[in-house]
Structures are given as structure tokens and as C-alpha cells.
């Protein structure tokens, strides 16, 4: 699942958030990997999404 909302966000402690943008960067990583071979993605948003959600969190973990 690469979307994460602001209100889960919030609702995360810091560790969890550096939890999930470690997972959310590993995830780009392997979309990254497929659209660079050549191959489609499983999913065609997912590559936006995910870096939508990396983005919301690091703003989130900026402000606080």
C-alpha cells in the first residue's frame, strides 16, 4: 500500500513514520527498477502515489 493520508500521519508515532518512508523509498525503488527495464508497472498510479505519500511524510517530519 503506498498512500498514506495526513491523518495517518498524525496519528503515527516518530518511529513509525521513519518506518514507513523507509518502506515507501524501498517501494519507488522497485517501481523505479521496473519502469527502467521496460516493464509496466503493476499498478499505473502507484508510482505517483507512493511519491505523493514519501513527500507528505518528510513535509510532516519537517514541521514537527
Do not use: C, F, W
Amino acid at each position: 500500500m503506498s498512500y498514506v493520508s495526513n491523518r495517518e500521519i498524525a496519528a503515527m508515532s516518530a518511529e513509525a513514520r521513519d518506518a514507513r518512508l523507509l518502506e515507501l523509498q524501498e517501494e519507488l525503488l522497485q517501481l523505479r527498477a521496473e519502469k527502467s527495464l521496460g516493464g509496466t508497472p503493476a499498478s499505473i498510479g502507484a508510482y505517483k502515489a507512493t511519491r505523493r505519500s514519501i513527500a507528505r511524510l518528510k513535509t510532516h517530519m519537517n514541521n514537527n
